[in-house]
């Protein structure tokens, strides 16, 4: 006799839980930490960062809605992330950005517009296409 996860109990819980948390993972590190990180090294301190996380938002958040995520924690880890990113890169001032002075409005509008978004258009646009 071979047991499947209804006869353990709460086994198809349980895997719905670590789908979640890697889910979590994986979506905390390719849709927060990378984009924002790739998009700000790329941009710099051009007001063109703002248009570029705005639109990636789409991405991510079809991503979302084809993986069937819903992102409200992540929403909130996300933007406390992002305050101590922020934070830390106003304070000690990286040395790709020493020679200029950073942007603080377009960097602020670019990364929370971005979370915001993503959370939003996760919510009240679904990207699956249903037969």
């Excluded at 819903?70 to 020679?99: G, H, V």
Aim: zero cysteines; proline letters at 2%; aromatic letters at 20%.
């Amino acid at each position: 006799m071979i047991l499947g996860l209804d006869d353990i109990f709460g086994g198809k819980a349980i895997v719905e839980f670590l789908i979640w948390f890697g889910l979590t993972g994986l979506f905390y590190i390719a849709g927060y930490i990378v984009a924002l990180n790739v998009i700000d090294n790329i941009t710099k301190n051009s007001w063109i960062k703002i248009p570029a996380m705005w639109g990636l938002s789409f991405v991510t958040s079809g991503l979302m809605s084809i993986f069937n995520y819903n992102p409200l924690i992540l929403f909130f880890i996300m933007l406390a992330a992002n305050f101590f990113r922020l934070k830390k890169l106003f304070t000690q001032n990286k040395e790709e950005y020493k020679a200029i002075k950073l942007n603080k409005i377009a960097f602020y509008l670019a990364s929370y517009g971005y979370i915001i978004l993503v959370l939003a258009i996760t919510h009240y646009i679904d990207f699956r296409y249903n037969i």
